[in-house]
């Protein structure tokens, strides 16, 4: 069976801390992985595509460990508009174009 | 831009109607989702469709139907209601090939009680 984990949360952060969260894959042969933001009530939406090592995108980093099957999201200054639930996402090499996701995990920026 | 675009946003069943939930992209994506979202779990796939004129079962499709209409709608009917699939359903799009997906864009959902 193909999975997803993450940690729920939900992780209570002071504004201006750097927060960071992993999401653990079940299968080795997994080709593309994402991370998506979804606000209460909201469709989640794409926050960044992690194809290679990892990426930077201002505040956020993404980073992949093929050989530990994780992946992680780093978020640096944290601001209160980072409030939200953040969605792993890994599309799994032999799904057929099916996306695996996580449950999330609920991020709090406090003042 | 409209993206995708999905109709009702909110509708209250009884048991044992049905309806039809409308999804239409712009985005010429390839391929089409439904999925239902439960609180504190996460997305479920319900159907999909890798391209016009096929259709897959997800991983939760019992009680529901898909039409892929054209390139750009893909509907879901749900034949006789049950409070079971009072959830948020979203449709989405993405550009595949050769077995990837490249993100999802989408809809904003709609919200289905079934009483």
């Known amino acids: 069976r193909k999975e997803v984990e993450q940690d729920p949360g939900p992780f209570n952060v002071p504004e201006g801390a750097t927060v960071a969260f992993n999401c653990t894959y079940s299968n080795s042969a997994s080709q593309s992985f994402f991370w998506y933001r979804q606000d209460c009530r909201k469709e989640p939406k794409l926050l960044m595509s992690v194809y290679s090592s990892g990426n930077e995108d201002g505040r956020f980093t993404a980073q992949l460990n093929r050989a530990s099957q994780y992946i992680s999201l780093l978020i640096r200054d944290s601001k209160l508009s980072d409030s939200a639930t953040y969605l792993c996402v890994v599309n799994f090499m032999d799904s057929n174009y099916q996306l695996i996701w996580g449950a999330g995990t609920k991020l709090i920026i406090k003042p | 831009n409209a993206g995708v675009t999905q109709t009702p946003k909110f509708q209250v069943l009884k048991t044992g109607q049905s309806m039809t939930l409308q999804c239409a992209q712009d985005?010429?994506?390839?391929?089409m989702y439904w999925y239902r979202q439960d609180p504190g779990m996460g997305l479920r796939l319900i159907y999909y469709?890798?391209?016009?004129?096929?259709?897959d079962k997800g991983e939760v499709p019992n009680g529901y139907n898909v039409s892929r209409l054209n390139k750009r709608e893909f509907s879901l009917r749900l034949e006789s209601a049950a409070p079971s699939q009072t959830s948020v359903y979203f449709c989405a799009s993405s550009f595949s090939t050769e077995g990837v997906s490249y993100g999802y864009t989408f809809g904003s959902g709609t919200r289905l009680t079934v009483v």
């Open positions: 985005m010429n994506h390839n391929s």
């Open positions: 469709s890798a391209s016009e004129g096929t259709t």
